[in-house]
């Protein structure tokens, strides 16, 4: 079990080696302010998404429609037209409609804050549930995505098959205090650095802490 120094030391490194980088797009959109609806909707149009599209179809159906009352006044078709390229978009328009009706039918039209009732939502998953509860309502919860499940297991904090198996693992790993900004770290540590296949090593600045679990290759 790592200590409270090691995650101090940890997070301070990596997040001094991304001082010029970028945040994920859900951040940048909750940077913007607390809005938990815009969290919920933009996090749902990032599945299997690239950040930059992401964020550009998010502004983009913001400008029109950024609260359940709003959104349900667009058609599917329009909000389609409005998010692509994003994947998978027929399906995500359908779920953005979806969502908007039920939390005006089942929650006075706001976006729950405990975790059965985001999961109740269509095409709300583990991953866009964990991360409306930290964005949204700064609650803590571990988000685990690809990046964050890759790079636990590369580094030897954990031994998993699941990102659903890490999140668990994890919450006994990693101290709560940074359960929020874990996932805000490791995305973009995970798309500059710690890549899916041959990882750039050779600039890790916490390279000699890292177990390199099934890499094969690296630059």
Request: hydrophobic content about 40%; glycine content about 6%.
């Amino acid at each position: 079990m790592k200590d409270e120094t090691y995650w101090d030391i940890l997070f301070h490194t990596i997040q001094a080696t991304l001082a010029d980088e970028g945040l994920p797009s859900v951040s940048l959109i909750a940077q913007q302010g607390r809005n938990p609806f815009r969290i919920l909707i933009s996090t749902v149009i990032s599945l299997r998404t690239k950040d930059e599209v992401t964020l550009h179809a998010s502004e983009r159906l913001f400008a029109l429609a950024d609260t359940p009352v709003q959104m349900i006044s667009l058609s599917q078709e329009r909000i389609e037209q409005t998010i692509y390229p994003a994947g998978f978009y027929h399906t995500k328009a359908a779920n953005i409609l979806k969502i908007s009706k039920l939390l005006l039918d089942k929650f006075d039209g706001e976006v729950p804050h405990d975790r059965e009732s985001l999961l109740s939502l269509p095409g709300v998953g583990i991953k866009t549930t964990n991360l409306t509860l930290n964005l949204g309502f700064g609650i803590d919860a571990i988000c685990v995505d690809t990046h964050v499940h890759r790079i636990s297991n590369r580094m030897g904090w954990i031994a998993t098959k699941t990102p659903e198996e890490s999140e668990q693992v994890l919450q006994h790993v990693v101290p709560r205090r940074f359960w929020i900004p874990l996932n805000e770290m490791l995305v973009t540590y995970g798309q500059r650095v710690c890549t899916p296949i041959s990882p750039f090593c050779s600039r890790c600045p916490v390279y000699d802490q890292c177990q390199r679990v099934g890499i094969k290759r690296s630059r």
